[in-house]
């Protein structure tokens, strides 16, 4: 709230000090672009949640209502329209624009729903930028005549874009649309040219988002060469601007796939033909066979790495509809047996090919920690790996293998392309088996044990040998996996001659290393920290003077010794006598014969 205050007391001018016969040809200053970028990153459009962003405008609303008093009145609305008499100051051009920020935002919740509009949602929206079109118009006007001339070159270039953006969701008059967004573009580009550094930036980002849906326009026009699957890649920009083409985009390829799904009657799988019946399985297909184009295309190779993983991701929420529409099938299917073993041979096949794209994602994975296992911690503490993770990388890959190798294997009267698969599975099992051996040799080399680090090397290596004898006895071998595996034997069989001679330099320095540990023993040392005295472990086999890699000196016992408990004489104390009631005794006591005059002084 103090930041808020601060800002609009720097963007309000002191108007006491006008006169009012100069306030009517006042100039006020708008920094449109600036100022709506920085509310939009605070209040949720940096993660896409336009219903938070629609409450903040609701709310900046109200308290300009309020600060500057033009309420609507208390028990019955009154309408007040703003007018070019009615700006007095800044803060009525920030009410015009907010407010036309605020249907723009509900129009774009409704755009981004889950699901997508449906009729009723899509009316209503086209409603609500209707309404933000009519309140950027107004803004446009007001600053035409109130605002400088910077002012006035954004808010017509907000104007374009907002009416723009209605044409564009509307799917009508392309080429007014085109001309909006090219209006936008040329205000945007020559604001670059000037100011400070940050508004230059901010100029240049809007340029870039425009561009998308200025070449979409050309595209629906016929004056772009594009094709529908190319325009993918125009909307890899980030920004809210972006949103509407993204969705309408996403439109445009779901038509295309329906389009050409309904060409697509049978799905080829290792010389099997499944037919495919369901419109939404062949869309499914369509778009996850796309995707894959993508990774295993020419341009694969200039794809990031983060890249990929998104497209893997997208792969597997196609492939993984697909499933879910054929056992629906499969659930709702007639008692004809060939209908259910189609549909089972159909499952099957997609569930292989998920199989094989989740090792590759996992082999795409183990590249990535592969490449940060041996660097060093920089400024931007980027994680650095350790061969425990990637230990658990392989042993994924390895679940994953097997798991293709029992899919494909299951099944009467396999063909020669599964029985295929299956032994290249069985290859690449051998490959990861080696592979995870090497890095938990390397994991416990770390540890500082030699013995088990050289002979996990001694049994990678082995593994390696054997996957490389039985990978060049292939028919088609792959030359990749070759090589990874001889650079893998030459690495196991290097380290463990590495560790065979280290731990013999620490066998040889163990007694010199056991005489100063032994010095080094305290009574009782200065560390509190020690879970066991060396006193209280003589009955377990453990090293007298501590682990290799630790720190700490070892402690024989504590000194001086604590208190123990001493046993002494018992303290009886009889509780019960004093409540005890006798017998009386006194007929049994002898009693003194008297005479007769004692018995008067007795």
């Known amino acids: 709230m103090g930041k808020q205050k601060e800002s609009t007391a720097m963007e309000i001018e002191d108007q006491s000090s006008i006169p009012s016969d100069q306030i009517s040809n006042l100039k006020f200053s708008v920094n449109v ?7 939009q990153m605070q209040h949720g459009l940096r993660f896409g949640d336009y219903a938070r962003y629609r409450r903040y405008c609701m709310a900046r609303l109200r308290r300009l209502y309020k600060s500057l008093k033009f309420t609507h009145g208390r028990l019955k609305y009154t309408k007040r329209s703003i007018s070019v008499t009615t700006v007095t100051e800044v803060r009525f051009l ?9 249907a723009w935002s509900h129009a774009m919740e409704k755009k981004t729903l889950p699901d997508g509009p449906n009729a009723r949602q899509r009316s209503y929206l086209i409603g609500r930028l209707r ?4 309140w950027a118009s107004l803004f446009q006007e007001l600053c035409s005549i ?4 910077r002012t006035s070159l954004e808010a017509e270039a907000y104007a374009a ?6 044409l564009f969701e509307k799917d009508q008059n392309w080429d007014v649309a085109l001309k909006c967004f090219k209006s936008a573009r040329a205000v945007y580009e020559e604001l670059g040219k000037y100011g400070d550094l940050e508004n230059q930036v901010l100029c240049r980002e809007r340029v870039e988002e425009l561009e998308p849906s200025i070449r979409y326009c050309l595209h629906k026009i016929g004056e772009s060469n594009l094709q529908t699957s190319e325009l993918v890649s125009i909307g890899e920009i980030e920004g809210p601007a972006l949103d509407l083409f993204k969705a309408k985009l996403e439109a445009a390829m779901a038509e295309a796939r329906s389009q050409q799904a309904a060409s697509m009657t049978e799905f080829h799988w290792l010389g099997n033909r499944f037919p495919i019946s369901n419109a939404k399985i062949r869309v499914s297909i369509l778009k996850a066979q796309e995707l894959e184009k993508d990774i295993h295309g020419s341009a694969a190779d200039s794809l990031p790495a983060e890249k990929k993983l998104v497209l893997y991701d997208k792969i597997f929420a196609a492939y993984h509809e697909a499933r879910s529409c054929i056992r629906n099938d499969l659930v709702t299917a007639a008692s004809s047996e060939n209908v259910k073993d189609e549909l089972s041979g159909l499952d099957k096949a997609v569930g292989a090919i998920l199989g094989q794209r989740t090792i590759e994602r996992n082999q795409l994975l183990v590249k990535i920690a592969k490449s940060k296992l041996n660097k060093v911690r920089d400024d931007k503490n980027e994680k650095v790996t350790k061969p425990e993770e990637l230990v658990r990388l392989y042993d994924l890959l390895l679940q994953n293998t097997a798991d293709l190798s029992d899919l494909v294997s299951s099944g009467r009267d396999r063909k020669v392309e599964e029985v295929a698969l299956a032994e290249e599975c069985e290859l690449r099992s051998m490959a990861f ?3 995870r051996c090497f890095y938990l040799a390397k994991s416990y080399s770390l540890a500082g044990k030699r013995t088990e680090a050289y002979a996990l090397y001694s049994r ?53 290393n056991l005489s100063k540990k032994i010095s080094n023993i305290s009574l009782n040392g200065t560390d509190k920290k020690m879970e066991r005295l060396l006193m209280e472990k003589l009955d377990t086999y453990e090293s007298a003077v501590g682990e290799a890699n630790m720190k700490v000196v070892p402690r024989i016992e504590t000194f001086p010794p604590a208190f123990q408990p001493v046993p002494r004489n018992p303290i009886v104390l009889d509780l019960a006598y004093n409540l005890i009631e006798f ?20």
């Open 94 to 102: 920030h009410l015009v624009l907010y407010t036309a920020e605020r």
């Open 131 to 134: 309404k933000a079109v009519k």
């Open 460 to 512: 990678a290596r082995s593994l390696a040998d054997a996957a490389l004898m039985k990978l060049q006895s292939a028919n088609a071998a792959d030359q990749v996996m070759i090589k990874e595996l001889r650079t893998l034997y030459n690495e196991s069989r290097s380290n463990s001659c590495a560790e065979h001679a280290k731990g013999i330099m620490e066998e040889e320095k163990a007694p010199e």
């Open 433 to 435: 088996r080696a592979e």
């Open 33 to 39: 672009l600036q100022l709506l970028k920085s509310a």
């Open 583 to 602: 017998p009386s005794l006194d007929s049994r006591m002898k009693k003194d014969k008297k005479g007769f005059i004692s018995r008067f002084w007795g």
């Open 146 to 149: 109130k605002g400088d001339s």
């Open 161 to 166: 874009y907002m009416k723009g953006s209605l």
